[in-house]
């Protein structure tokens, strides 16, 4: 049994693929709900009703379990668990980052995922807080290695996940990522990174994720460990991570926590239900809260938002419009903008992963005017080769005695007559013309001087961007 990964269509660095496991195949991006088999508030059978195609269990849970460790190995986690999805286990690791130790080795914790049918496994890493030492991440990051080395020496790469670790150091991750697709596996999860999300620290998270992924093959399967609030989902899948796992379904119905896509509540203080899944059209706020039953409903409500969100986020994707979802989601709290922000200073590097044509470019502010799409566009437009008396014009009209019009098409500057209706100009939207949508596309007509010595430039903008556009592009002929 071998675990394969195909790419079917691309956004940003967001992929729609199909996930195939032995004969089992699953979409992506997905999320994998995480499973405690003593503590089943919805069951696997209601969850693959629900979509769901794979779920993550905790094989360290089973191994120390006098209830289930022995009918895991004599029936398997499929029957147990009744789910005919995909099963991935977790090793173990999540309890050593929180208690420090686990009674379990890492050979023995792989062997007993595979007697148990576990079809990917996950090897005894260090998952390294990010706010440990330099010297602490890179011990830890070696021992990791040494781990993942023996799984492969073992059992091969085929049904082996290979976690990329090391803490809050950006090269670290790199490396680790270079380490893991150099020695062949194919999926690769992105470990430690959720006290980083439950501190809000979304600005770091970028950054470490970014660095995994510059390390890791394009072709690898990324699973984001521990990532379970929809808000954040949309951020994550532009950077690349295909899957997602977590309990905040449960856990959050366990506080009395309703999720949506932009955030939560506390059930106790809503007057209504902002949602039309099955939990939320056959309860009141009031119903929902006082059932005795909450808990579970809650849960199974939350599980609806997360699983519409992938849904929503692959449709995205295939429609080149993941920009406009990952905008709108991270601005409903500051440090999510925090996060978005920094993944547009990367905007270089996204260029080169993100699609050529696109469906329309919304313009949304400020951030719009960093997007790869105008880096793409600018570029672009610097190599046409021009000559003579060039006229860039802001008000679309043609002058006489020049060789050439160009029209100006903020933020993304020049534009020749006949690229007029074509992408990405031709199907953008804005609003009124704003300063930085200027400046912004200033800096397409500078491309085009740099790029043509021999022109002879002249800009019509009238008394209202004059000023602007002496300061973007001094020495040039306003007109």
Known sequence: MTINFEVVHKDIMGRVGKLRVGDKIMRTPALLPVINPHLQIISPSEMQEMGIEALITNAYIFHKSEEFRERALNEGLHAILDFDGIIMTDSGSFQLSVYGEVEVDNQTTLEFQKAIGSEIRVPLDIPTSPDVDRQTAEGDLSVTFERIREAKE?????????????????????????????????????????????????????????????????????????????????????????????????????????????????????????????????????????????????ALHNLYVAVAEIARIRQSVIEGTLWDLVDERCRSHPLLLNGYRELLKHAEELERHDRISKRRFFYRGSESCRRPEIIRYQN?????????????????NRRDGYDRTLFFRPPFGPCPPELDETGPVGQIEVPDWDDIMVRTGCRGIRKVIDANSSIDIEIECGDEWAGIVKEELPGVMVI
């Open 380 to 396: 672009m437009v610097g190599r046409i080769p021009m000559s003579g008396r060039i006229l860039v014009s802001f008000s679309g």
């Open 154 to 298: 073992l059992f091969g790469t085929g049904n082996i996940a290979a976690p990329v670790q090391g803490g809050a150091f950006t090269d670290f991750r790199e490396r680790a990522g270079r380490e893991v697709s150099g020695m062949g596996f194919s999926f690769c999860p992105i470990g430690a990174v959720v006290p980083l999300m439950e501190q809000y620290r979304y600005k770091e998270l970028v950054k470490i994720i970014l660095a995994a992924k510059r390390g890791l093959s394009p072709s690898a399967c990324v699973h984001l460990f521990g990532a379970g609030h929809p808000s954040m989902f949309a951020l994550s899948v532009a950077m690349g991570c295909d899957l997602f796992d977590s309990a905040a379904y449960a856990l959050y119905a366990k506080e009395g926590r309703y999720m949506t896509n932009y955030g939560g509540h506390r059930i106790n203080e809503l007057y209504e239900l902002p949602c039309a899944c099955p939990v939320c059209r056959s309860h009141s706020a009031d119903e929902l809260n006082a059932s005795k039953d909450r808990e579970r409903l809650l």
